[in-house]
Each structure stands twice: as C-alpha cells, then as structure tokens.
C-alpha cells in the first residue's frame, strides 16, 4: 500500500497524517468494550497527526470531518473499496444482495459550502451566525453524546442552536448547517437482483471502520505468540511494531513451520 497519505479534512480544510498501525492501536480496538463512535476517537488519538501543528482535539472535529478522516484511515489500511453484503429485507425474497463502492468516489461526493450570508459569530469561537440565527456544527463528541440521550435530536438543538428559535430561523440554521457539514453517512441505494425492490442500506461510517478493524485483527495474538517464541522478544516490543512488519516476521515463521 501507498506510503503516509495525507487526508485534507473538508470542513476545517486542515491537513491530517496517519502514523503506522501498530499492534497497540489493533489491540485497543479489538479489546475496547466502547460503542465504535468512541473507539474511533482513541483510536485517532494514537495514530493520527496534524500536519499543520493544530489542535489533535479530535473529539472537537465537526461529524464530517470525523468521518471523513475514519473513512481515510480505512483506505490506507484495507484499500478504497468497500462490499457490504446483505440479506434483501423482503420476507419472500431474502436474497442475499452485494453493493459495492469506492471511498474514493464516497469521500470526493462530500463537498461542505458556506451558504450566503453565513459568517463567524462574532465574540464566539467556533459559532456562526446568519443573520439573527447563531449555530454551530456538532462535533463527534456532541453526536456521541446525542447517541447515549434519550432525546438525541433535542440534545444536539440545545448545543448547537441558539435558545429558543422560531420554526423557521431553526430551518435555516439547519439547512446552512447541512451545507457546511453534510453527513458523511446515510442510505446508500442499490436494487435487489432477485426482486428487483429499491435497497437502502445503512451505512454508519464509525460501525464499519471499527467493525472491519475489529474482525481484520484477531490474527493479532497468535502473531504476538509466534514471533514471541521464535525469538523470544518481548509482548510490548512485538505489539510497538508496524502491523506490516510484524505480518512480514509471522509469515517468515509461518512458512519455515510450514515446510
Ligand atoms: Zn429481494
């Protein structure tokens, strides 16, 4: 795979690098317990890096950028296509249905604009204002926090919104706030090849990322252990390595077992 990407973040515009994996970041996600929004967040916390020296407040990022920095790291580590692979919901057909994507494709359709007459609020850091209507765009950490309410929608209003807008001014803030930090995930439309009913499949960005991660590492421990007893290394010096060398040494002993 191709070295360091650099991932450009759509909303902030800033630059961000991935370090290598390593068996500590594949051990945190395989071992966490968290829901996979929150994994995510650790998981960035060890392996992503501002290229810009800014803020590594990736809880802080808006949903977008989150997303689109996760769906990154998951090009560079298993490639840009993505096949989801399901059962057709309709109780007489249940056949089982492919949808196929590029991330590239995905993450190029993700183009955040500020709509006219939208500026800094001034006096807040990171609120905008449009005409009397002040907003800001949740962050990862808000919609997590959303996730675990009773009333998610009612939660993000209350953090994002200013006090007490009309029906209308909370229409505008929202669709300014959908223009400037529109959803990475969403319904992704396929056809059925055995009904041919219209599909909308779920896609939640941080459920796959971690999920995938989750199933592509349990060859970790066994790896851990095969290195660990041909050269009687160390754990910690085993899992510090970059997953891509410490596969390249299990598959030297893999072979010579082997033969
Ligand atoms: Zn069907």
Redesign the pocket.
């Known amino acids: 795979m191709a070295g360091p990407a650099i991932v450009r973040l759509p909303v902030e515009g800033r630059t961000v690098r991935f370090k290598a994996m390593d068996g500590v970041s594949e051990m945190l996600v395989a071992e966490s317990r968290a829901e996979p929004a929150r994994v995510a967040l650790q998981l960035l916390a060890r392996i992503a890096e501002p290229v810009d020296g800014g803020s590594a407040d990736w809880a802080g990022l808006t949903v977008t950028d989150f997303e689109v920095l996760l769906l990154a790291l998951r090009r560079d580590l298993f490639g840009a296509r993505v096949l989801s692979d399901f059962r057709?919901p309709?109780a007489r057909?249940g056949?089982r249905v492919e949808m196929e994507f590029s991330l590239i494709d995905y993450l190029d359709a993700v183009r955040p604009h500020r709509p006219k007459g939208v500026g800094p609020a001034p006096g807040r850091t990171g609120w905008w204002r449009l005409g009397d209507v002040f907003f800001r765009l949740p962050s990862a950490e808000d919609q997590i926090a959303a996730h675990n309410s009773e009333d998610g929608v009612a939660l993000l209003a209350e953090c994002c919104l200013g006090p007490a807008l009309s029906p209308s001014a909370r229409r505008r803030a929202e669709t300014a706030m959908a223009a400037m930090a529109p959803e990475v995930s969403g319904p992704i439309g396929g056809v059925?090849p055995?009904?041919g009913?219209a599909l909308d499949a779920m896609f939640h960005a941080p459920s796959f990322v971690i999920g995938e991660m989750r199933r592509a590492f349990t060859l970790l421990g066994e790896e851990v252990d095969l290195i660990a007893s041909a050269y009687h290394w160390q754990e910690a010096d085993i899992l510090a390595m970059p997953r891509v060398r410490r596969q390249t040494y299990a598959d030297r002993i893999r072979r010579r077992l082997a033969a």
């Open positions: 057709c309709d057909c056949e059925c055995g009904c009913r």
